[in-house]
T-cell receptor, first 113, second 108 residues
Framework: GAGVSQSPSNKVTEKGKDVELRCDPI?????LYWYRQSLGQGLEFLIY????????KSGLPSDRFSAERTGGSVSTLTIQRTQQEDSAVYLC???????????FGPGTRLTVL | GQNIDQPTEMTATEGAIVQINCTYQ??????LFWYQQHAGEAPTFLSY????GLEEKGRFSSFLSRSKGYSYLLLKELQMKDSASYLC?????????FGDGTTLTVKP
């Protein structure tokens, strides 16, 4: 596709359930980034991938959060046993390298009831 | 770690010039980026600086002083559509630390 896509666009779940968020980066982009943004706040770094490797996982808030990337393309962010404080917009971005412009997807709005 | 500070809100008049400042303390630095984010939308790239000095891109310019830990985004000939949040971000390898954003309101 022409840009970064994310699915689903909206996700409402119950506390304690697991959720999986998907990101399709721009074709050919080797770097992929996950952020989350709470209402009225800046972006909080979660994790980034260079190819299929994640050199920096320091932003993951807890061990309930995990992410993987396969084939140097699609990435999934999994949140286990969701909590209400996980409610936010989860944004994915991709780029051609780790020091480059990031192109953001439209985000997934997660609401945990 | 990284700490990014920028004003929470600014107001300016259509046709005017506005400067949005960003200060940072960092343990690593590979560049400073500015993004624009309209309400309910994803951020879009505006400008970035790796070396000291001014980078100009049409109506938008960005300045960096690494020794002072300081950057600004300059918007000229403001238009109503420039009303948005402006995010300053410091890159350290693959990790970006964002400020909380400056909400700019452009009035007629």
């Amino acid at each position: 596709g022409a840009g970064v896509s994310q699915s689903p666009s909206n996700k409402v779940t119950e506390k304690g359930k697991d959720v999986e968020l998907r990101c399709d980066p721009i074709s050919g982009h080797t770097a992929l980034y996950w952020y989350r943004q709470s209402l009225g706040q800046g972006l909080e770094f979660l994790i980034y991938f260079q190819g299929n490797s994640a050199p920096d996982k320091s932003g993951l808030p807890s061990d309930r959060f995990s992410a993987e990337r396969t084939g140097g393309s699609v990435s999934t962010l999994t949140i286990q046993r969701t909590q209400q404080e996980d409610s936010a917009v989860y944004l994915c971005a991709s780029g051609t390298g780790t020091i480059d412009t990031q192109y953001f997807g439209p985000g997934t709005r997660l609401t945990v009831l | 770690g990284q700490n990014i500070d920028q004003p929470t809100e600014m107001t300016a008049t259509e046709g005017a010039i506005v400067q949005i400042n960003c200060t940072y303390q960092t343990s690593g630095f590979n560049g400073l980026f500015w993004y624009q984010q309209h309400a309910g939308e994803a951020p879009t790239f505006l400008s970035y600086n790796v070396l000291d000095g001014l980078e100009e891109k049409g109506r938008f310019s960005s300045f960096l002083s690494r020794s002072k830990g300081y950057s600004y985004l300059l918007l000229k000939e403001l238009q109503m559509k420039d009303s948005a949040s402006y995010l300053c971000a410091v890159r350290n390898a693959g990790k970006s630390t964002f400020g909380d954003g400056t909400t700019l309101t452009v009035k007629p």
